[in-house]
């Protein structure tokens, strides 16, 4: 074999195994990256999950009615699920009779429509307050002492991550003052999951506020974020003391 020969042989072989190695440390990278959005939302490979929603399918007209939004909310929460190699069981609010931890569940809606979810933010968050009604100032968001109320402009929801005990999976919970402001949390959820693991830690607990802009014109694309209650959400207000 020729000198030119061997050096072609040579070069071939160089650029295979740069390749190789090249195509080795992407499929390293892609893996450690689906393993930190397994262990943020406590779903391994093959694990399964809860996605709680009320209980009926329609229009809205009804308080206990999956909207269309909330649907479309589902549906992000269904590829995350997919991405992480998991399996997702959804369930009525009512129908839920089970502890934490066991699995990892998505809990949407607000407390008046969602019992799960009043039940979640009783022990998780108790310093937080979801209240709504068809009356001004009724569809409101208190945390500590602010407030936070849907109006023409904007809407808002309560989206937490709340550890549970002795390590066990967490609850995610989607709270929005409507329909779209629900699709908006969960699609912030979703899109910013790798910086709320790194502000939070994989296994921590945050309750934030985001707003929706303008959700009439702009539906649920310009959300920000209005706070970071967890401080406040976490807190347990004391029992009054008797004289």
């Not at 839920?96 to 009783?122: D, I, Q, W, Y």
């Not at 979801?130 to 407030?147: A, E, F, K, L």
């Not at 779209?180 to 296994?203: D, E, I, M, S, T």
Request: hydrophobic share 45%.
């Amino acid at each position: 074999m020729t000198d030119s020969v061997l050096n072609v042989v040579l070069g071939l072989v160089a650029s295979a195994i740069s390749a190789g190695l090249g195509w080795l440390a992407q499929a390293l990278r892609r893996r450690r990256r689906v393993e930190r959005v397994r262990t943020f939302f406590g779903l391994p490979a093959g694990g399964e999950c809860l996605i709680v929603v009320n209980r009926s399918v329609g229009t809205g007209s009804h308080a206990h009615t999956v909207t269309r939004r909330d649907a479309y909310a589902l549906m992000w929460l269904a590829g995350l699920v997919e991405e992480c190699g998991a399996k997702a069981e959804l369930v009525a609010h009512d129908e839920v009779s089970r502890g934490l931890g066991a699995k990892t569940e998505f809990c949407l809606g607000g407390p008046a429509s969602n019992e799960r979810m009043a039940a979640h933010l009783a022990w998780g968050l108790p310093g937080a307050l979801v209240t709504s009604g068809p009356g001004p100032g009724s569809n409101v968001i208190v945390v500590g002492d602010r407030d936070f109320a849907a109006d023409r402009d904007q809407s808002h929801t309560l989206l937490a991550r709340v550890a549970t005990p002795d390590g066990g999976r967490p609850v995610f919970l989607v709270s929005g003052q409507t329909g779209v402001a629900n699709q908006a949390g969960v699609r912030y959820l979703v899109a910013n999951h790798r910086k709320l693991a790194r502000r939070y830690g994989q296994n921590g607990t945050f309750a934030l506020v985001l707003r929706v802009v303008n959700p009439e014109a702009y539906g649920p694309d310009m959300v920000e974020l209005a706070a970071d209650v967890t401080a406040e959400a976490v807190q347990r207000t004391p029992a009054p003391t008797t004289a």
